[in-house]
């Protein structure tokens, strides 16, 4: 078996989290009293997906990216909020979502009996471990590596040395799952990690950044990964 460690990042591989923040968004409409019309959330994903980047990029800390991009939004619209209550109230609607990425739970678990499951991402810590609980899918992971606990955020190669480190086994064995080219795929590359950029939209790589593999499909990796 080439890649008997498996490395997945979470948010949009496993995770629906688009679909997941969504209802958590539709919810907390009722609590400010905001609508979150269809239009409102696609700039709150084009708002905070350029928040997360910033992150990557180290540009912004990881508490001013929670405790300041509902002030943001709102701002966009003309109304003000408490940004820190407003994300406090988000993250435990949040939490409770687990709308998984489709074939994500039958891959895992069949992926689980021949492989080591890892998990590697820049996620909210209780956010993670409570979608994985309630999906039925944290036993599919011998361990989850986050940045909130290594003090690195992907794709910083502080974070994968760490990971690599931790595993204690030869990186060549390893192999980086993940959508993201910015994070997952350009960390992987810095690393000297093999990746597979999981890309179901088959949107065009305009960057820089190379996967060793490109799937459409999280089925494709019971094949790929033997």
Do not use: C
């Amino acid at each position: 078996m080439k890649y008997p460690i498996l490395l997945f990042d979470l948010d949009n591989t496993i995770l629906d989290t688009k679909a997941n923040a969504e209802k958590a968004l539709h919810r907390l409409s009722k609590q400010i009293n905001f609508p979150f019309t269809d239009d409102q959330i696609a700039y709150w994903h084009e708002l905070n997906d350029g928040l997360w980047e910033k992150l990557e990029r180290k540009e912004i800390k990881r508490d001013d990216l929670l405790n300041t991009r509902f002030e943001l939004y709102f701002d966009h619209f003309g109304k003000k909020v408490n940004g820190t209550k407003v994300n406090a109230a988000y993250l435990e609607l949040f939490k409770l979502e687990n709308i998984l990425m489709p074939h994500a739970k039958q891959v895992l678990d069949a992926l689980h009996q021949t492989h080591h499951i890892y998990a590697i991402s820049n996620g909210t810590k209780e956010k993670q471990y409570s979608q994985l609980t309630r999906s039925n899918l944290l036993t599919d992971f011998d361990d989850l590596y986050l940045s909130e606990d290594l003090g690195y955020q992907k794709p910083d190669p502080n974070f994968f040395k760490i990971v690599i480190d931790k595993i204690g086994i030869d990186q060549q064995k390893m192999l980086v799952i993940g959508d993201s080219l910015t994070a997952d795929i350009s960390g992987a590359n810095a690393a000297h990690l093999d990746s597979v950029w999981f890309n179901p939209k088959e949107i065009a790589n305009q960057t820089t950044f190379e996967a060793t593999y490109e799937i459409k499909s999280l089925e494709q990796l019971l094949s790929l990964s033997k």
